[in-house]
């Protein structure tokens, strides 16, 4: 009897032991259950995170042709401002301009590499006669291995889908199947010149006046002076107040995407070249930072020392002269102090970068032609664009 009982209670003692196992391994089994689901929710959100980090980057920086400048300290300028219509607003509140904090470092010779030699030309600045000198320099010259793109108005975005063109064709050439990133100012050499941005739109008046279309045409400016056209309320062409043609648009690569266009560009249309159109303020730093990026640029103002900087850029032994070409076929008065300020008005973009690129001008001169250090030049006030044009 005393022998069953003691069995019984060995057999309870040994289920309540099973029990309380199997109890502690179910315990075990939901919190590493539970671990996993966490673990899981955290990549999934990750991932969709990330997805829209990068669908945020697209949107700012679009797939097609945008360079990225290889800088490891950056500042960024958030670019905001005026005259935006809500759905680009929303798309670009983050877009930045990119520029360094530290160094800013100097171009280098155009004979150091073999890259492609793109000429910016901006229509009434000396442009054709440019064209001409580095076709001639071309051919006898230490430039003879360099292709040369020029004869021909187009802006930064073009450049871009040129240089990634002859990229693709690169990597297929090589078999490449390495994703490469576009960089323009380390793949090409551009080069342009600028003008005052008054002057440049005065002579294109003057200059279109004896154009084909004008003449046919027998529009109202080709009887007035530049003084009675800025005050004629009822004219129809607007082309010398352009607010852009002066270099800003060019450098920005914003011309219109249409293939009618005078100016050539990738001829894609983007959100981003909307916004940058409407905020001229983001319009004209992004033109400063191409500026930079130039290997050489000239001032017609600043014509002499222009081309003894285009002598030390691409090497030569003398100073070039410049060629006058396309030039308007009659002299012409010069416009009213009451013109030129009405001008200045209307040209406020073109006018700022124009002032900036003296001052860039000045510490490219300064570093080649003086003591060999570059102090890079601050960038002038910004206009106020939302200010209206009522007095004008």
Request: hydrophobic fraction near 35%; charged fraction near 25%; proline fraction near 4%.
């Amino acid at each position: 009897m005393l022998t069953s009982v003691h069995r019984t209670n060995n057999q309870r003692r040994s289920s309540n032991y099973y029990e309380r196992c199997t109890m502690h391994m179910l315990r075990v089994a939901l919190l590493a259950l539970a671990i996993w689901l966490v673990s899981f929710t955290v990549i999934i959100y990750s991932v969709r995170n990330d997805s829209a980090v990068s669908i945020g980057n697209d949107l700012i920086q679009p797939a097609t042709l945008l360079s990225n400048r290889r800088i490891h300290k950056r500042q960024q300028t958030q670019l905001t401002g005026n005259n935006h219509h809500n759905t680009t607003q929303q798309q670009f509140t983050h877009t930045t301009i990119v520029t360094e904090t530290t160094t800013h470092f100097p171009p280098r010779k155009m004979t150091s590499t073999s890259n492609p030699i793109y000429f910016v030309h901006i229509g009434k600045a000396g442009g054709t006669s440019i064209d001409t000198l580095m076709y001639n320099l071309k051919n006898r010259s230490k430039l003879h291995n360099k292709q040369l793109i020029g004869k021909a108005h187009y802006d930064w975005s073009h450049i871009e889908l040129k240089e990634q063109r002859r990229l693709n064709e690169r990597m297929k050439l090589n078999n490449n199947a390495t994703e490469e990133v576009l960089d323009v100012p380390s793949t090409a050499d551009v080069m342009t010149i600028l003008r005052n941005p008054v002057s440049r739109s005065v002579s294109q008046f003057y200059f279109s006046k004896d154009l084909e279309w004008a003449t046919k045409s027998n529009s109202s400016f080709v009887h007035q002076t530049i003084d009675e056209y800025i005050d004629d309320t009822n004219k129809t062409w607007f082309q010398p107040l352009s607010d852009g043609e002066g270099g800003v648009d060019f450098l920005a690569g914003i011309f219109s995407s249409d293939r009618k266009c005078w100016v050539k560009s990738d001829w894609i249309e983007t959100d981003l070249k909307v916004y940058l159109r409407r905020n001229k303020t983001a319009a004209c730093l992004r033109a400063a930072q191409r500026l930079e990026q130039t290997l050489w640029f000239g001032i017609v103002e600043d014509l002499q020392r222009s081309m003894r900087l285009l002598q030390y850029t691409l090497d030569l032994e003398r100073t070039p002269v410049l060629p006058k070409r396309n030039r308007a076929k009659k002299e012409h008065l010069p416009p009213s102090s009451e013109t030129v300020a009405k001008l200045e008005r209307y040209l406020q973009k073109d006018m700022w970068l124009y002032e900036y690129s003296n001052r860039l001008f000045e510490a490219r001169w300064n570093y080649f032609m003086g003591d060999g250090v570059y102090v890079h030049p601050e960038l002038p006030p910004l206009p106020d664009f939302d200010s209206p044009l009522q007095d004008v």
